[in-house]
């Protein structure tokens, strides 16, 4: 798998207006919690009552190029909330595709721009039935260009067996994953071998898309040691894969309160993601890009000064790594005291 169909390789930390920050949030240090409690499963998904696929509301957020939120529901109940418009370009976000209480709430996102269109993380077999319907009322499948995924996790890739077999679409994807997300596609599948792949190196590169691209910009270790986002330069939407997930939260609208939202994504990051050198590295490419909506594959989006207070959080964050204690006096259970010969 040696193809790589971007346009250009950027230099890490590309051109771009640097984001204004907004004050800085320092969370309170607690312990190290290894447990998974806080993995970002929100029971309370918005309830979806059947009707006609038509507007249902608008939520106007403050933000330049992102002038509204608009959310629609098909006939099945299913929600689509549209980021982003203007006459060649749309961004729609897929919130509530997860049924039952097993998998993890997860947003799939939508970028077209004319004849081309982008889907970004569109999850495992879990999602791909709910959502190619769902598609259906934007594009045809035989018209999407390109599966982007953020890493290799099954929630993120785990349906591409699928969307390599009823669409032409080329995974967009790290080099460091194009060896692993194959094992997803039975070997009698046809049409689905390297020129299917668009492998994206460390520092990142640009996917053409219509008469625009999208920005593959470098977050490894966050928390993949492979991560990519998918920066839209035309409504300014940083598709932010993991990094900024919340937890538990209900209604898919910008988050109101920043400091009352930190606590839905401290738990989930203090585990999940590497390390604060890591989160360092990503908050200086992240300044170099004018963000006007940061959206996470679970939770809800960010918009506006909180681009920049989540900047500021995250670069101050101590997780992962950081938070293993390496002087504790360790003392493993013998096997046969858990009743094992
Ligand atoms: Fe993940
Ligand atoms: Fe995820």
Request: net charge neutral.
């Amino acid at each position: 798998m040696a193809t790589v169909s971007v346009r250009s390789v950027l230099r890490s930390g590309g051109g771009g207006r640097p984001n204004k920050c907004m004050g800085r949030y320092r969370p309170s240090q607690a312990g190290f919690n290894p447990s998974f409690e806080s993995h970002p499963v929100a029971r309370g998904r918005v309830s979806a009552s059947p009707s006609r696929f038509c507007p249902l509301m608008q939520v106007n957020i403050a933000v330049g190029a992102v002038r509204t939120m608009s959310l629609s529901r098909n006939e099945k109940g299913d929600m689509a909330v549209e980021l982003f418009a203007n006459d060649a370009h749309r961004c729609i976000a897929f919130p509530d595709m997860v049924r039952g209480d097993d998998g993890v709430q997860a947003n799939q996102f939508l970028v077209m721009d004319g004849s081309e269109s982008a889907l970004i993380d569109p999850g495992g077999a879990l999602l791909y039935t709910p959502l190619s319907l769902a598609l259906s009322g934007y594009l045809k499948l035989r018209d999407l260009t390109y599966i982007c995924a953020s890493h290799q996790d099954p929630d993120v890739i785990g349906s591409v067996d699928r969307w390599l077999m009823y669409t032409p679409a080329r995974v967009v994807c790290s080099r460091l994953w194009g060896r692993f997300i194959p094992h997803s596609v039975p070997h009698y599948q046809k049409n689905t071998s390297h020129d299917r792949y668009i492998l994206i190196d460390d520092a990142g590169g640009l996917i053409a898309l219509g008469r625009s691209h999208l920005r593959a910009v470098p977050a490894h270790f966050l928390h993949s040691v492979g991560n990519l986002q998918f920066y839209d330069p035309v409504s300014r939407i940083l598709f932010s894969g993991d990094l900024g997930a919340s937890v538990g939260v209900m209604e898919y609208k910008p988050v109101a309160d920043f400091d009352a939202h930190v606590p839905k994504m401290l738990s989930f990051h203090r585990r999940y993601m590497a390390s604060n050198r890591a989160c360092r590295w990503w908050a200086r490419r992240a300044r170099q890009l004018d963000i006007a909506m940061i959206a996470p594959q679970h939770g809800i989006p960010m918009v506006g000064a909180d681009v920049g207070r989540f900047i500021d959080w995250i670069e101050d964050l101590e997780c992962g790594v950081d938070l293993l204690p390496v002087d504790e006096v360790v003392d493993l259970l013998p096997a046969e005291a858990a009743g094992f010969n």
